[in-house]
């Protein structure tokens, strides 16, 4: 934490001028510092920040390892609250039960007996009534260290040592995640699988270079306690990955329950990370009242240990995955869940760190580890192989031994001198009681020594050898991926992946309809129907009066229809509510606010993605997607703006190379497509010439396959590309008389 120096009190005790902008900046400066190093952004080495870190030491020194009696937790807040972190019992207590819920930690810290809370938000009993102690993985997190693993700093009333960070024999940051918010800055860290990083922390052993691309291949994405379904495509995540920032798609897992009689329920079985269930369906149920979920029959919650939300939907006919996508798109079953890897790398510098930045600032903290572990033991062999130099020499003079001790007045002294002892190994000597010496054996003396002196030997080889020290680390990774298997209870993966859905453009109402085939007939008054089923022979169609056919097509009752109308405007209608094909139908100026002196042009099924080529009666025209002609309203849209006296006229699949196009002059033209702009609306640009007339047909072709027509008899004449060189022209050019046999109607057929 950062201290100001502030300046001598006057001598005459008067006041002291300050500059307010410098003392301002000093202490708002010292106050970032002090949240951001002393609360906020966890250490890169061990995962946590000071107030989780005091807890768990202080659990160490109230012995309450796994296996033992738990504790009060208002024992475990006063000693660390009156001995390491000075700041309210309810912000440590807080902490502790964060620590302990395995609904917010992926491997929980702390084994709580008692009510710690729960998913639906409900907070945890007082600390009077909860116990606890540590789980194995905090003990992993403290696991050597009191074996001069880690520095220690006093407390904040300087009467006890803390440590700076623990030993961390798991990588606990990535493993449980972080969130907290500093001054400027915050981190988001998601929680990940313990068996994938440790995966991940091998191969980046061996490849330190790696990046997110190889780590990945061990590491797919986090790995949440509350499980769930993540819909970001893997480039995504390794964007977020190499950046350390982004955000992640996470949905709800939910199944589709079958019942009787074709009826069915979804039931979702795991909320996304962070949402509390009572909220979640409190956000349901509004949106139900207020007729916003018009998919939706009832939603109950059924959940006991383990989640089940079910949703009735109104229908039995509504597609599942539809109604799912209304409730994604509007609640909190599916939310985005932040990534900021903010963290105190080396313990000292905020960053923002990458995935292998951030394994990496955990392996070298686990070889500086090692490294002080193994001085440490390397001290207690050299201070033990002492002692028992001296024993030797005791045993073999035992019996002088024992009477300069009973009888000299200086035993310690004479021990020194007779037998050219140390200090360390007399003291060692006179400690030792008469019946310890009289029960000493050579050969144990003289065993221990050579099982430590080999020992010794061991232990300065590793300290010497870089790649045995990491030979070394390899081998506690593999044991903590071997007590934490990815097929064990918590070992194993609890959030999947999924490809993201299509953009959720969907009518509800839409939903609502069965989907069925049907065929879509037009009569040229402008009158339609939709015949059941998929109807290939109409010829025993009756029509009103001199009414005929104009158009049919194949859809479903879920389709959309598409009306040009001969101003220009185009209407968009719904398969479903079409009158049935037992009359004569109904005429589409019912179902369309069509202009009183426009006609209907034609009439096709929509077709996401297709585009058509668009033309006037004066010979303009462009090329627009479908997807630019569907509207919502019965005005229908703007498509085509038409000059005084011309008129839309025609409406062709733009599924060719070439553009054949012949006028009321019988002139035919044959140009690139390419020389036609695409355009959402608009007046287009001239596809032929007149002098006078207009277009009469308009078709697209592909040039190697030859021009096709139909003739009054129905038969097909093909004019080969070789054939029709000259017609192939520019767009704009007036054209020349067809080849023989086309039709007299100036029609393509």
């Known amino acids: 934490m950062a201290k100001l120096i502030d300046p001598p009190p ?14 301002l900046e000093e ?68 902490a502790l039960v964060r620590l302990a819920q395995d609904f917010s930690s992926r491997y929980p810290l702390v084994d709580g007996q008692g009510n710690f809370g729960n998913i639906d938000g409900d907070s945890a009993a007082a600390y009077r009534y909860t116990e606890a102690r540590m789980t194995d993985v905090a003990r992993l997190l403290l696991e050597g260290i009191d074996e001069d693993s880690v520095d220690f700093r006093d407390n904040y009333s300087g009467d006890q040592q803390e440590p700076i960070v623990l030993p961390a024999a798991l990588p606990n940051l990535l493993a449980n995640g972080a969130q907290g918010i500093a001054v400027g800055m915050a981190t988001s860290i998601p929680p990940h699988n313990l068996a994938e990083l440790c995966d991940a922390a091998l191969y980046l052993i061996v490849n330190r270079a790696a990046g997110p691309e190889q780590l990945m291949k061990f590491v797919p994405g986090p790995d949440f306690p509350t499980g769930g379904v993540i ?25 589709k329950e079958e019942g009787g009689r074709g009826t069915w329920n979804a039931v979702v079985t795991e909320i996304p990370y962070g949402v509390q269930k009572s909220r979640l369906i409190e956000k349901i149920a509004e949106l139900f009242n207020e007729k916003k979920l018009p998919l939706i029959a009832d939603i109950r919650d059924e959940s006991a240990e383990d989640i089940r939300i079910v949703i009735e939907p109104r229908a039995r006919t509504i597609d599942a995955d539809v109604m799912m996508e209304a409730l994604f798109k509007l609640t909190e079953l599916e939310t985005r869940v932040g990534v900021n890897m903010n963290v105190l790398a080396d313990g000292a510098v905020p960053r923002v760190v990458s995935l292998g930045e951030a394994l990496g600032q955990w392996l070298d903290h686990r070889r500086d580890v ?19 130099a001296g024993m030797i020499v005791v045993f073999l003079n035992l019996d002088e031994v024992i009477r300069i001790i009973r009888e000299e007045d200086d035993p310690k002294a004479q021990l020194m001198s007779a ?39 061991a232990v300065e080889r590793l300290l010497s050898d870089k790649s045995a020290q990491w030979k070394t680390i390899t081998w506690q990774i593999r044991e903590l991926k071997k007590k934490y298997p990815a097929d064990s209870k918590i070992g194993k993966r609890r959030t999947t992946f999924a490809d993201a859905p299509a953009a959720a453009d969907f009518d509800l109402a839409e939903a609502m309809i069965e989907r069925e085939p049907i065929t879509v007939v037009v009569s040229e008054k402008g009158w339609i129907r939709a015949l059941k089923g998929h109807v290939q022979d109409l010829s025993g169609l009756q029509f009103k009066g001199d009414d005929g056919l104009l158009a049919s097509f194949f859809a479903e009752t879920t389709s959309k229809i598409l009306v040009l109308a001969s101003n220009g405007k185009i209407f968009t209608l719904d398969a479903g509510k079409l009158p049935g094909g037992r009359g004569h139908g109904e005429p589409i100026r019912l179902m369309a606010d069509i202009d009183e002196g426009a006609d209907i042009v034609t009439v096709i099924g929509y077709q996401p993605g297709v585009k058509m080529l668009v033309a006037t009666s004066d010979g303009r025209g462009f090329v627009v997607s479908q997807d630019e002609l569907t509207g919502t309203t019965r005005k229908g849209k703007a498509l085509v703006n038409v000059d005084d006296g011309a008129r839309a006229a025609l409406l062709a699949a733009a599924d060719g190379d070439h553009v054949a196009i012949i006028g009321e002059n019988r002139k035919l033209l044959v140009f690139p497509l390419d020389q036609v702009p695409e355009m959402a609306r608009g007046k287009g640009v001239r596809l032929q010439r007149y002098k006078d007339g207009g277009i009469a047909d308009i078709k697209t072709f592909m040039l190697k396959d030859g021009l096709t027509w139909l003739d009054s008899a129905g038969r097909t004449f093909t004019v080969t590309k070789v054939e029709l060189k000259d017609w192939i022209g520019q767009r704009a050019d007036a054209g020349r008389l067809p080849p023989r046999g086309f039709p007299k109607n100036n029609k393509f057929g």
Request: charged share 30%; net charge positive; glycine share 6%.
């Open 10 to 23: 006057p001598s005459d005790g008067g006041a002291l001028p300050v500059n307010l902008r410098e003392a």
């Open 27 to 94: 202490r708002y400066l010292a106050y970032a510092l002090s949240t951001i190093m002393g609360r906020a952004l966890p250490d890169a080495r061990d995962g946590l920040k000071p107030v989780h870190r005091r807890i768990l030491y202080g659990m160490q020194i109230l012995r309450l390892d796994p296996g033992t009696a738990f504790k009060k937790c208002a024992k475990i807040v006063g000693d660390v609250m009156g001995s390491f972190h000075p700041h309210g019992d309810q912000a440590i207590y807080d």
């Open 231 to 255: 819909v970001d495509p893997p480039a995504a995540m390794t964007e977020i990955y190499r950046t350390g920032r982004g955000s992640i798609r996470l949905r709800a897992r939910w199944t």
């Open 370 to 388: 090692l490294l002080r572990r193994s001085r440490h033991r390397l001290a207690e062999i050299e201070h033990r192989l002492e002692l028992l």
């Open 419 to 457: 037998f050219a002892l140390t200090e360390k190994q007399t003291n060692y000597v006179l400690d030792t009681r008469l019946r310890s010496l009289r029960r000493l054996e050579e050969l144990e003396l003289r065993k221990e020594h050579d099982e430590l002196t080999a020992e010794k030997a």
